[in-house]
């Protein structure tokens, strides 16, 4: 069955969705306030060229691959940490798996403006998809980040399903009409029904175990990427398994932390599919059970 909100978590989770009251817009002002001197300093660089950045030989990449890189890394253990307490059929996962997923695309979607950002015409970024030639190492880059990030999205949006269903049933009466029928559309007839939650773990199952060799795909290709220079320490296989134990690592400790926010904040109550479900108190035993997990793995690295 679907479910079914109290007043109060509905005046906790659905109405700030429909509300831009004044702490709404100062937020948007600090935020816009942080991005206009980097849009700026952006157009100064379209105008003036890559050179205003300082890459020269013999540091050809600066901090856009390095965000490109870390960005990467993070989504890495999204990918991993979620495909893994899918297949094993984690009951508190779901907490765990939405933040993990989210930050997998959102950090994939932040990566592929890095690599915008470094090119000296980016307006001539369509070329590489109309003329690119698959011999061409960034290509393979190319083609593994496009199909990452459209299968990262599309599992977050499997998970998405039953929360989209329930803003359907609940948006207001003053709600906007495009939203309403946005969430009609995006929630697929969803009921709640035994064979459609069957469906759809099936459906999580199948795009868990895809999504974990295409991730891997990604890291081992940008780090070979690194290998094809002449750049000494770089000229070397072990680059790709380096890469995806490395992010791995990074990718746990952002999710500890966003996890560590969320409890602290309650935020996590959005993310559970069951009101019997004690977010804070699942997370904090998820936070305990992956601390057992990985303690053993980064003392026998470290040693």
Known sequence: MQQTLTLHDRDELITPLYKFDRKFWMVVAFLVAIITPGMLLYVRQLVLG???????????WGAYLVNFIFLIGISMAGTVISAVLQLLKVNWRRPITRIAESLTVFGLMTAGLQIVMDMGRPDRLVNTLLYGRLQAPLMWDIASLTLYLLTAVFALYLQLIPDIALLRDTAPTAAPEWRKKLYSILSLGWTGAKEQWRRLEKAITVVSVFIIPIGISLHTVTSWLF????QPGWKSTILGPYFVVGAIFSGIGLLFIAVSLAALSSLALACSSSP??????????????SLK???PIWAGSSS
């Open 50 to 60: 890559l050179g205003v950045t300082d890459l020269n030989r013999p540091v050809f």
């Open 227 to 230: 290998s094809t220079t002449v």
């Open 276 to 289: 019997s479900h004690l977010p804070v108190n699942i997370i904090n035993t998820s936070k305990n059970t």
């Open 293 to 295: 997990l990985f303690t």
